[in-house]
């Protein structure tokens, strides 16, 4: 089946770097995508990896290593709007694109 | 503004009653989905569309239609609902994008409640 596991819920603090994680087994890769979603709102596009490697976009980086089956999503100097839930999709081999249950990321003064 | 928009943004409806929960997009995409979202259980392909008169099935069409006859719409319909169709719904297209990323552009939602 396919899968894409993420951590549940994280803590930081203002100003601080995060790291999440997300693994995956699909059928196929075609792309892997994180979103950005605060409460009763859409997700919001941050950034996509296709190629292994570190994609830099500002505050954000995305890397993916796809020998692993593998991609992180790093966030600097961490704001309080940053408090949100971050989404892991993968696109499989039918270009279908397949969510992780997201991970909710709570950043305290 | 490039946009997806939906309509209605919240419903409470009861069971059996049918429903359309309209969704256009005005970005020339060739690809729209509709997805539900549920505590704990993340974001889950109800069906989509590559194009006009194609559609499939994604994980969880059980009790919902589509249809997509132009381009822009792409109308969620609820022949009968139930209370377990209590969701969060999205709407999202996509096309080619910068890079080639065919990210997707997620409408506002719509809360729909069946009591």
């Known amino acids: 089946g396919q899968n894409i596991d993420q951590p549940t819920e994280m803590t930081a603090t203002e100003g601080a770097i995060v790291q999440i994680n997300c693994t995956y087994q699909t059928s196929g890769f075609n792309g892997l995508f994180w979103y950005q979603q605060h409460a009763g709102e859409a997700p919001t596009f941050l950034s996509y990896n296709v190629l292994d490697g570190l994609e830099e976009k500002g505050r954000f980086s995305s890397f993916l290593s796809r020998s692993k089956g593998y991609s992180y999503l790093l966030l600097k100097e961490l704001q309080m709007k940053d408090s949100a839930s971050y989404l892991c999709?993968?696109?499989?081999?039918?270009?279908?694109?397949?969510f992780g249950t997201g991970t909710r990321l709570q950043v305290f003064p | 503004e490039a946009q997806v928009t939906q309509n209605p943004r919240y419903l409470i409806t009861v069971t059996g009653k049918k429903l359309t929960v309209t969704c256009s997009q005005n970005m020339n995409h060739e690809y729209m989905s509709w997805y539900r979202q549920d505590p704990g259980l993340g974001l889950r392909q109800i069906y989509y569309s590559m194009n006009v008169e194609v559609t499939d099935k994604g994980d969880v069409p059980e009790g919902y239609k589509v249809s997509r006859k132009e381009k822009r719409n792409f109308p969620l319909i609820l022949e009968s609902p139930s209370p377990n169709q209590t969701s969060l719904y999205f709407c999202a297209s996509s096309g080619e994008g910068t890079g080639n990323t065919y990210e997707q552009y997620f409408g506002p939602g719509t809360r729909l409640t069946v009591t």
């Open positions: 999709a993968v696109r499989d081999n039918t270009d279908k694109l397949i």
